[in-house]
């Protein structure tokens, strides 16, 4: 893949072999694409599949005996793959990605000091970001030489150090930004973020400015939880269930099982896709392996509705314009007492659905007036409804205004608070929520910062911090200075990959907390570090023993999280004893006593039961089986919005179709063999992919009116919305998907390059990642060289 902006320039990006290599593994060899898979989700398909990766990883007898705790409240470790709440009932809550992601984290190779010896950066630039992974685990703190252009060993102290004096020499504590990646667990968010706001900044982007910020902003508005009000308990009893937005079968398979004991008892599980992915058709239960052998599949649908991207705003309207329809033959269909003592601004939205035409909204969603009265008679024919959604929601312009319709929308029918109800975002990382709920956030309320100040006896700073894309805008005007990588990979993550990159590059100093190597420590600063740090999967020794964390799960669950490996060196240190060095080496008066919290982490649950609402006896809660469920006024029907209800919006029905005939909208999608950043291999089984990830699917139609064959090689030329700058990928195939028209697909973080760091939506401040404005034409190359 070429990166036309970047081309001849060296922040450490891959600038040229292998030709087509991407950030995958080289795929020079044969590649593939049969359409979508066939056979049910999970199945076979992914119990061979995890067997390839066990080998791979040569870790067939401990691979499995981790599986066996993974996902055990108290006495396993929490998986890290999917922040999908665990099901209690189930022995084995295990699925196909799951063990995937705990084994790559278990490998037994490793990037250590001789690795580092071996290879300058320059040389590991040029590596694939799969063989920079691949590499292994990193076993001790690594510093950036400039004289050799190697990474060298540095002592913990000496690494504290660095950064302690490099902070203390800033003009402003607001020239550091403390970005985190949702793993981190609730405890060592709590003490990030205590310690930048110590330090005196809000300056705490996180990987969350890029998956559901657009959900907690309009959830919040609404009905005041920035978090989906349902519960596991709520998706077993409720009889519709609409699933928007969601790849299931790659980023949340357990669900899959939750989506086929819905069907099965006779409820309606409606996919709204512009892609039929697989879990909308049928599946293997994950858990059940006893199926696999009598391949005994499930349907884990019952309808899919191929929506124009971005047209789920518009669905959503109409099928509120059918319930009013029906009102006003039979004013029982609304919850008039639930409306009339709970809600406000019913009438003006009332008003705004009925002056909304059918063109206009079947158009806008790309689905028939048809589709949409059939998807409204199936919410008005259930009394329990949840709607559940995540990146194909999010990701968009109006991501903000479609979560706020979706409430609207089950606000008519009362379907909030009351049980197999409520809105529910499947969110991303393990414990992405759980880091907001601990205080990471760039605009926390002055009431959040109040009791934290009152309780940890320090004056937070009251300006809002950067989020994500400011931090790269930031980097670039030279406002921040020091960038620190509390796990994740932002280079790769954050949109425009080599502007991206450039800011990086120009940082003072760097700092990578990781378990592995990648991008985001080649392109690094004038001074760079890379800290090692415990998996969740390893044992956590301090001195009042072994240590467990806690995780909140994507339903408000937070549970305790042991690990029970030996570490991978026993150099490594965890999360909340690296955040305790860095504020110990830095804030010289400090008030907060870091060395206590790491000698024993009951005491940081302690303090964080004083500070959080809902925690209080957070250390006895959190020990019981199953965790604790952290109370939600919403859920009770408190809703505690500035007007004490829950409050309808009232916006706009937006135009989501580009005014050029020629442009299309592309979105960046993650394979079914990677975990964001992380690509496993080049295949992607639910697709029908093989060996290929430098690819665009396209309308049949699409490709024929632009002269473009099956496979053929093609250019994407990116028109930025926000500035009209463009950007560039070069000889990339095109493949023939069930794609409606004027839509196209392909991967991140590959595709992050053609997204412009103004490219965001301006109701969340998320990246466009669900809407990038292409053109798509044969390539002057012809041939992939
Ligand atoms: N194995 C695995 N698990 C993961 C991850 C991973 O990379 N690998 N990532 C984790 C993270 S951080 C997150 S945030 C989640 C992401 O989980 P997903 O949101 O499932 O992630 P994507 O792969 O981006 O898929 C987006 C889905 O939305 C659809 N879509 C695109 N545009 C639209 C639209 O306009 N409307 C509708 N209705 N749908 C649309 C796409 O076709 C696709 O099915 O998964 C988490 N779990
Ligand atoms: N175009 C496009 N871009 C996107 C998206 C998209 O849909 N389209 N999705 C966005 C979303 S939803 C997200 S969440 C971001 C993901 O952004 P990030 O969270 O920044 O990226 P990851 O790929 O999850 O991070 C992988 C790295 O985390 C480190 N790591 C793994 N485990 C641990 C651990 O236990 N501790 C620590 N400290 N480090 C660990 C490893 O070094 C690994 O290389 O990407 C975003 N970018
Ligand atoms: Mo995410």
């Not at 990830?693 to 030329?717: A, P, S, T, Y």
Request: hydrophobic share 40%.
């Amino acid at each position: 893949m070429a990166i036309d902006s970047n081309e001849g320039s060296a922040f450490g990006l891959m600038t040229d072999a292998p030709r087509q290599g991407g950030f995958g593994p080289a795929t020079t060899g044969p590649w593939e694409s049969k359409g979508a898979y066939r056979h049910p989700a999970a199945g076979w398909g992914a119990a061979i599949s995890v067997g390839e990766v066990l080998l791979r990883e040569r870790e067939p007898i401990i691979g499995t005996k981790a599986m066996f705790t993974m996902n055990h409240p108290g006495r396993g470790f929490d998986c890290p793959g999917c922040a999908w709440p665990d099901d209690q009932g189930v022995t084995l809550d295990i699925c196909e990605n799951g063990i995937k992601h705990v084994t790559w984290e278990m490998t037994r190779e490793r990037a250590d000091r001789a690795f580092f010896a071996a290879h300058t950066v320059a040389e590991l630039s040029q590596w694939t970001d799969h063989a920079l992974e691949k590499a292994g685990r990193l076993t001790e703190p690594m510093v950036y030489d400039p004289e050799t252009d190697h990474y060298v060993p540095i002592s913990w102290d000496d690494a504290f150090g660095l950064i302690g004096e490099t902070l203390r020499r800033l003009d402003s504590p607001d020239q550091a930004a403390f970005y985190t990646s949702g793993r981190l667990s609730n405890e060592a968010s709590f003490l990030y973020q205590l310690f930048a706001r110590e330090l005196g900044t809000n300056n705490l982007p996180d990987c969350s400015n890029m998956c559901h910020e657009a959900s907690g902003r309009a959830l919040t508005a609404s009905i005041a939880t920035g978090k989906g009000t349902a519960s596991l308990e709520d998706w077993a009893q409720c009889d519709a269930l609409f699933v928007l937005g969601v790849n299931a079968a790659s980023n949340a398979p357990r669900m899959l099982t939750t989506l086929a004991e819905a069907v099965d008892r006779g409820a309606q599980v409606i996919h709204v896709n512009p892609l039929i992915e697989v879990a909308e058709t049928r599946t293997i239960v994950p858990h059940e392996i006893l199926d696999m052998a009598r391949f005994k599949a499930t349907d884990t649908s019952t309808g899919n509705l191929q929506v124009r991207p971005g047209g789920d705003l518009a669905l959503i309207r109409g099928m509120a314009k059918v319930v009013f329809e029906a009102a006003a033959t039979d004013p029982t269909v609304l919850d008039q007492a639930f409306l009339d003592a709970y809600t406000t601004g019913l009438d003006d939205y009332r008003a705004l659905v009925e002056a909304s035409g059918w063109d206009e909204l079947v158009e806008q969603s790309g689905l028939s007036e048809a589709d949409i009265r059939g998807a409204a008679e199936i919410y008005l024919a259930s009394e329990r409804t949840i709607i559940s959604w995540c990146l194909g929601v999010s990701q968009h312009e109006h991501g903000v205004d479609t979560v706020r319709e979706i409430v609207n929308l089950l606000l008519l029918k009362g379907n909030i608070g009351r049980p197999g109800t409520g809105p529910a975002p499947v969110r991303g990382h393990s414990n992405v929520q759980g880091n907001r709920t601990c205080g990471i956030n760039h605009h926390p309320t002055e009431e959040w910062l109040a009791k934290l100040d009152e309780v940890c006896g320090i004056r937070s700073p009251r300006e809002r911090g950067l989020d994500t894309v400011h931090t790269v805008a930031g980097m670039h005007s030279g406002e921040v200075k020091v960038f620190v990588g509390m796990g994740g990979n932002f280079v790769l993550a954050a949109p425009d990959t080599p502007f991206t990159a450039a800011g990086m590059s120009s940082c003072e100093l760097t700092v990578q907390v990781s378990t592995k190597l990648n991008r985001s420590h080649i392109v690094h600063g004038e001074k760079a570090l890379i800290l090692p740090c415990l998996a969740r999967t390893e044992t956590d020794q301090q001195r009042a023993g072994r240590q467990s964390i806690s995780m909140e799960d994507a339903m408000s669950s937070v549970q305790l999280s042991l690990g029970a490996r030996r570490p991978a060196s026993a150099h490594l240190r965890s999360e909340p004893a690296i955040i305790a060095g860095i504020a110990m080496a830095t804030l010289t008066d400090t008030v907060t006593p870091w060395q206590d919290y790491i000698d024993d982490y009951d005491r940081i649950r302690d303090v964080m039961a004083r500070v959080l609402p809902g925690f209080e006896g957070y250390n006895t809660l959190v020990r019981q089986r199953y965790g604790f469920r952290i109370p939600q006024p919403a859920r009770e029907r408190d809703f505690r919005t500035p007007s004490g209800r829950a409050e309808f919006s009232h916006a706009p029905l937006p135009n989501v179709i580009p005014e050029e005939a020629d442009v299309l909208v592309l979105q960046t999608m993650r394979s079914h063999d990677q975990w964001n950043t992380t690509i496993y291999t080049n295949d992607d089984r639910y697709r029908g992919i093989r060996n290929i990830r430098e690819f665009v699917f396209m309308n049949r139609k699409d490709m024929r009116e632009r002269g473009i064959g099956e496979g053929d090689v093609v250019d994407i030329v990116a028109t930025s919305v926000k500035d009209g700058s463009t950007r560039s990928v070069r000889a990339f195939r095109a493949l023939e998907y069930n794609i409606p028209r004027g839509s196209a697909a392909g991967y991140m973080p590959e595709l992050n390059v053609l997204i412009g760091v103004n490219d965001f939506s301006a109701q969340s401040d998320q990246p466009l990642m669900k809407d990038i404005r292409v053109r798509i034409t044969p390539s002057a190359e012809r041939e992939v060289a």
